[in-house]
């Protein structure tokens, strides 16, 4: 339920530009400008004669809990403004999210889980820092109130203590267990059994409170759990089985004000069989006796859905540089220096599927603005050979198409070059309908290779980063009738030619709630025929937690009815790239600058990322897809491109975010594929 908030999009103002509607310390004017407001006509100015003032409103509400939103754009950034509701309050620390294409996009910044009391009285405040440079502008719009429950059923215990408190908040599920605490040393591994169970799927929950410092700790379900010492293992290091899940513990702060807080462990897919379960808790390689992990709160509950298959998170990341990489010299090695199949390595140590992304002819003259990549890489026949090297490691396949020559993302979706030829001279209505027959065409023969040598892929993403359309400029957001006939066309030949497979469309800036809420709405009232939502998240690019996205798929996914996975994301390992200088991702947002930057902080955000997506309701997150594990340092022979007017390198922005060190050395990140499953 919306709550109406007065000129929540700062609509209203007097002649002279102010502010109407809100009580301010100052007056502060309203910006009509074209290009400045998110919405409607008009937005808050932030400038240096519009700062250092607190704008305030009191709503009446029904008693509940609420979360508040407002939309932010920033030229510098924004360090100390508030945005405030009966006490709580979130920064508005944003410069906007800057994409990949260079686009400043307007920022949504979230205050969630507000309570309104029986009074009704909701009191909501955005503070405006002191503004000194004369250069700096910045504009807020469009402030909302979602209500989102009842008081009798908030919270998630996230700030609770022991079973009693954190049981009070309303969760759900059958209490299971008593709480269990383990200590560093030696291995340590506690379980019970429980019987009387109705077969079918489960959902197994229990607060957790991890500081950090384990090798492995993680929490696990299953029927036929074996020994802990490993025989008949079903849970422990190095080998897993259909009918046992893990769930790696997350540290619970990222943040030192954080230390004392409760984080909720969501294990998905239990499969009970015979009507009793066994949950327990594995750790060890804990660095002496004050490494504590808490386990409080444990609660099983029957799914609503008992159809089908059960949950899976699918859990890997994009292979397609592998044999470039190699054929640069790259050697990729295990943890212990030993040289590996980077494919079948990531397939026996946690990853259940690949992505492979192919463009349709690349080399020297296919590239965009000015830069190719090497001829034969990322093609269909390259993708073909990956899809069999992927099947013989076990693991899914998310095959990506781009339809195009060389990258694609927001700022560039260029036609391939072979179809602007076919479609030169052609006025714009017959340039859409050759382009839609390619797309099938391309689609279908592509689909059909990848069946015939039995690598059929379990998803097919129409496109990459298709925020600003594709195929520019026919199936541009300006042309949504031809870019949903592109969608379109190529989702009728998955139909036709893999029926099972699940068909994705890729948006990137994942957690930007409002953005998806206008695209994936405009997809649907265009009849864009899709299963999932595809979504790119990077800390960096999009400033926000793995809590904060999984709060945003938690809503878009409840609006649209269809399951999201994440199609990239990456993180920082280390500060600067092999060649010494900061690479594409420049800090890790909420996580930290470059200074903080470590292999086991990449490894810890991984494992908070794949529990909140477990923790999406109704098991509507179903993956992550990490880009790029496999472009490695290779000493300094690995590039994104080259310049076409000399072949110039353009070097590597992104081997400091791998999964494998500059040297091609697994890193620790992979403990947070093997604990999870």
Same mark, same amino acid.
């Given at each position: 339920?919306? $709550? ?15 502010? &109407? ?109 002191? *503004? ?19 008081? !009798? ?34 291995? &340590?591994?506690?379980? @019970? ?42 849970? @422990? /290091? ?8 893990? @769930?790696? $513990?997350?540290?619970? @702060? ?23 379960? /066994? ?39 994009? *292979? ?85 020559? /060389? ?47 039995? /690598? ?15 195929? +520019?400029?026919?199936?541009?957001? !300006? ?68 809590? &904060? ?51 086991? +902080? ?43 007017? !000399? ?31």
């Amino acid at each position: 339920m919306t $709550v109406t908030i007065d000129n929540a999009g700062f609509e209203t103002a007097d002649s002279n530009g102010v502010v &109407q509607g809100w009580t301010t310390t100052r007056a502060i004017h309203a910006s009509s400008e074209p290009g400045t407001v998110y919405s409607g006509k008009r937005s808050l100015l932030i400038n240096r004669e519009n700062s250092d003032t607190l704008l305030s409103q009191d709503v009446h509400a029904k008693p509940g809990i609420y979360d508040l939103s407002l939309m932010v754009w920033a030229n510098g950034p924004l360090k100390d403004s508030r945005f405030e509701a009966n006490g709580d309050a979130v920064p508005i620390a944003s410069a906007g999210a800057v994409q990949i294409d260079g686009e400043k996009t307007w920022d949504e910044i979230r205050l969630e889980g507000v309570r309104v009391e029986a009074d009704g009285e909701l009191d909501v405040r955005i503070y405006v820092e002191p *503004i000194a440079s004369p250069d700096f502008v910045g504009y807020i719009d469009d402030v909302a109130i979602e209500r989102t429950g009842d008081l !009798d059923a908030a919270g998630d215990g996230g700030e609770a203590g022991a079973s009693g408190s954190v049981g009070a908040s309303g969760r759900s599920g059958m209490p299971i267990w008593q709480p269990v605490t383990v200590r560093g040393g030696d291995m &340590q591994d506690q379980r @019970a059994r429980i019987d009387g169970l109705e077969d079918g799927y489960y959902t197994l929950t229990v607060m957790t409170r991890n500081p950090g410092g384990w090798r492995q700790c993680y929490v696990y379900a299953g029927s036929e759990p074996g020994e802990p010492d490993g025989t008949g293992d079903s849970h @422990a /290091t190095g080998l897993a089985r259909d009918d046992v899940r893990r @769930a790696a $513990v997350p540290r619970n @702060a990222f943040r030192p004000q954080d230390k004392d807080k409760w984080k909720r462990v969501t294990v998905r897919g239990i499969v009970v069989s015979g009507g009793s379960l /066994t949950v327990g808790v594995h750790a060890e390689g804990g660095t002496g006796s004050d490494v504590v992990c808490e386990f409080d709160d444990w609660r099983l509950e029957r799914d609503v859905r008992q159809d089908g298959e059960p949950y899976r998170l699918y859990i890997g990341g994009d *292979i397609t540089e592998v044999p470039y990489v190699i054929d640069q010299g790259g050697v990729f090695r295990d943890e212990h220096g030993e040289p590996v199949d980077p494919i079948a390595f990531a397939g026996a140590n946690g990853w259940n599927i690949v992505r492979i992304r192919v463009f349709n002819e690349t080399g020297k003259g296919h590239g965009g603005d000015g830069w190719y990549i090497p001829g034969g890489y990322h093609e269909v026949a390259d993708g073909l050979k990956l899809a069999r090297r992927t099947k013989a490691a076990g693991m899914a396949i998310q095959w990506s198409f781009h339809y195009s020559d /060389t990258w694609t993302n927001p700022g560039i979706q260029m036609v391939p070059h072979a179809w602007q030829r076919k479609i030169e001279g052609l006025g714009d209505d017959a340039a859409v309908d050759m382009l839609e027959r390619l797309v099938y065409e391309y689609t279908a023969d592509t689909l059909d290779r990848l069946n015939a040598q039995g /690598t059929t892929p379990e998803f097919v993403s129409i496109g990459n980063e298709t925020r600003s359309g594709m195929l +520019l400029p026919y199936g541009s957001l !300006d042309h949504w009738d031809a870019l949903a006939r592109f969608y379109n066309a190529g989702a009728r030949a998955v139909r036709e030619l893999c029926p099972d497979a699940k068909i994705i469309i890729h948006v990137d800036d994942g957690g930007n709630t409002r953005r998806y809420m206008e695209y994936f709405g405009a997809a649907r009232d265009h009849g864009v025929d899709y299963d999932v939502i595809g979504s790119s998240f990077y800390p960096f690019w999009t400033q926000k937690s793995a809590k &904060q996205f999984a709060q945003f798929a938690t809503k878009v996914t409840h609006e649209f009815g269809k399951p999201i996975m994440i199609m990239e994301t990456g993180f920082n390992w280390t500060g600067n790239n092999g060649a010494g200088y900061p690479g594409q991702l420049t800090n890790n947002g909420p996580y930290g600058g470059p200074e903080t930057s470590s292999p086991e +902080l990449q490894r810890d955000f991984l494992i908070d990322l794949f529990n909140e997506l477990r923790g999406v309701p109704d098991g509507m997150a179903i993956g992550d897809l990490y880009w790029d594990p496999v472009m490695i340092y290779a000493n300094g022979n690995v590039h994104w491109s080259y310049r076409e007017s !000399d072949d110039m390198p353009g070097g590597n922005v992104v081997d400091n975010t791998a999964l494998f060190d500059f040297d091609g050395r697994a890193l620790p990140a992979f403990d947070a594929y093997r604990y999870n499953g």
